[in-house]
C-alpha cells in the first residue's frame, strides 16, 4: 500500500498570501494518478485537480499541481477567504486497483 | 448534473451490519468508464478508501477492511450499495459514496453519518 504523508498539518496564513502544500508518497505513484480535494466543515471533499496538475472543472486557476513519482505539491497563489479548509491528496494504483489518502493540511486564516 | 445521495440506518449495533445504499440521478450509472465508490471519515480524522466497484464490474476492496465488505451495483434501479459485517465502534464515521473518473472522483455524495453503539 502507497502511504502518502502530507505537510504541514497546518498552514497560517493571511488572505492574499501564497500557500504550498506537500504530498509525498512512499513509493512512486503510477502514471501520476495523483489527485487533490478541498473540504469545507460538514461538506464532502470536492475534487481540484488530477493527474497530478490538470485541474478539475470549474476550479480557478489560482490552484495549480504540480510533481511526480513520489513528491507533489498544491500551490494557491493568493489565497481567497474561501480557501481556507482542509486538504486532502489522494493516489490511485492500478494493479489491483487500490486508492489511499493523505492525512490532510490545514489551511487556517492567521 | 450527476447527483448521488446516501441512505440507510444512522445507528447500528456492535457485531451487526451496516447497510447503506447511493442513489444515483442526473446521469446514468451505466456511462462508460465510471466506479462506483465508497469513502468513509471517522470524526475528526481523515479519509479513507472503502472499495469500489468498476465499469467491469469488478469489486476491489480496501484489504484492510479484511473481508467484511461488499459494494454491489443495482444498474436498473440506479443505486449502488455497501455493507460492512461485524461492526465495531472504529466503523463509526461519516460514509460518502462517490463516482470515479479514472483515477480520481468527481462527484461525491453530501455523506451519511453512521455511529455503531450499543
Known amino acids: 500500500e502507497i502511504v502518502l504523508t502530507q505537510s504541514p498539518g497546518t498552514l497560517s496564513l493571511s488572505p492574499g498570501e501564497r500557500a504550498t502544500l506537500s504530498c509525498r508518497a512512499s513509493q512512486s505513484v503510477s502514471t501520476n494518478y495523483l489527485a487533490w480535494y478541498q473540504q469545507k466543515p460538514g461538506q464532502a471533499p470536492r475534487l481540484l485537480i488530477y493527474?497530478?496538475?490538470t485541474r478539475a472543472t470549474g476550479i480557478p486557476d489560482r490552484f495549480s499541481g504540480s510533481g511526480s513519482g513520489t513528491d507533489f505539491t498544491l500551490t494557491i497563489s493568493r489565497l481567497e477567504p474561501e480557501d481556507f479548509a482542509v486538504y486532502y491528496c489522494q493516489q490511485y494504483g492500478d494493479s489491483p486497483p487500490s486508492i489511499t489518502f493523505g492525512g490532510g493540511t490545514r489551511v487556517e486564516i492567521k | 448534473q450527476l447527483q448521488l445521495q446516501e441512505s440507510g440506518s444512522g445507528l447500528v449495533k456492535p457485531s451487526q451490519t451496516l447497510t447503506l445504499t447511493c442513489a444515483v440521478s442526473g446521469g446514468s450509472i451505466n456511462s462508460g468508464g465510471h466506479s462506483w465508490t465508497w469513502n468513509r471519515q471517522s470524526p475528526g480524522k481523515g479519509l479513507e478508501w472503502i472499495g469500489s466497484?468498476?465499469?467491469?464490474?469488478?469489486?476491489y476492496y480496501n484489504p484492510s477492511l479484511k473481508g467484511r465488505v461488499t459494494i454491489s451495483v443495482d444498474r436498473s434501479k440506479q443505486q449502488f450499495s455497501l455493507r460492512l459485517t461485524s461492526v465495531t465502534a472504529a466503523d463509526t464515521a461519516v460514509y460518502f459514496c462517490?463516482?470515479?473518473?479514472?483515477?480520481?472522483?468527481?462527484?461525491w455524495g453530501q455523506g451519511t453519518l453512521v455511529t455503531v453503539s450499543s
Open positions: 462517490a463516482r470515479g473518473d479514472g483515477s480520481s472522483f468527481d462527484t
Open positions: 466497484v468498476f465499469y467491469s464490474g469488478s469489486p
Open positions: 493527474g497530478a496538475s
